[in-house]
T-cell receptor, first 115, second 109 residues
Framework: NAGVTQTPKFQVLKTGQSMTLQCAQD?????MSWYRQDPGMGLRLIHY???????DQGEVPNGYNVSRSTTEDFPLRLLSAAPSQTSVYFC??????????????FGPGTRLTVL | RKEVEQDPGPFNVPEGATVAFNCTYS??????FFWYRQDCRKEPKLLMS???SGNEDGRFTAQLNRASQYISLLIRDSKLSDSATYLC??????????FGAGTRLTVKP
């Protein structure tokens, strides 16, 4: 199993550009989520999905869209990149859903810089 | 006030030392608790879950005090390979996971 994979590993954007961060998992996990990690702050939840066709907002959803057309894939779209979105983005998946105590498995991260 | 607070450190300790990390959380409805480990420029990985009765995994011991809303992690006989950032994670009833900013540990020879 590859686990959770993310592409690209690094990305530089100009302000106003849009792009999609890809995330895939091969563990048949129902729950997937996107986080951003900034210096001095914990990981913050952007969006999450409890199964194919179902998504919901997390703590910091503004400026991001998600979709979940399959169990395996959970792409994160930046609509119009801003310098405040410079961060490291982690995708995660777990077997369980809301309130579950299952382990979250994280992808290797995407380092995004917006100029 | 942050929902999950940790001492950012860094903690610099010699090999073989015992080191303790503390974490406090503000949401009394929190249901489950974890410690994750994150190596430099890597993704977080689960170290251990934290149970009300306390739990131990080798050199690592985790404790939870619900009344004080406090979680701890104790590492005994520190190894060089323990150098990492340790993240305290708290999960509320709706799977809203909140991460602390992490405590950085460096174990020196």
């Amino acid at each position: 199993n590859a686990g959770v994979t993310q592409t690209p590993k690094f990305q530089v954007l100009k302000t106003g550009q849009s792009m999609t961060l890809q995330c895939a998992q091969d563990m048949n996990h129902e729950y997937m989520s996107w986080y951003r990690q900034d210096p001095g702050m914990g990981l913050r939840l952007i969006h999450y999905s409890v199964g194919a066709g179902i998504t919901d907002q997390g703590e910091v959803p503004n400026g991001y869209n998600v979709s979940r057309s399959t169990t395996e894939d959970f792409p994160l779209r930046l609509l119009s990149a801003a310098p405040s979105q410079t961060s490291v983005y982690f995708c995660a998946s777990s077997r369980g859903g809301r309130g579950d105590t299952d382990t979250q498995y994280f992808g290797p991260g995407t380092r995004l810089t917006v100029l | 006030r942050k929902e999950v607070e940790q001492d950012p450190g860094p903690f610099n300790v010699p090999e073989g030392a015992t080191v303790a990390f503390n974490c406090t959380y503000s949401n009394s409805a929190s249901q489950s608790f974890f410690w994750y480990r994150q190596d430099c420029r890597k993704e977080p990985k689960l170290l251990m879950s934290v149970y009300s009765s306390g739990n131990e995994d080798g050199r690592f011991t985790a404790q939870l005090n619900r009344a004080s809303q406090y979680i701890s992690l104790l590492i005994r006989d520190s190894k060089l390979s323990d150098s990492a950032t340790y993240l305290c994670v708290v999960n509320t009833w709706n799977n809203d996971m909140r991460f602390g900013a992490g405590t950085r540990l460096t174990v020196k020879p």
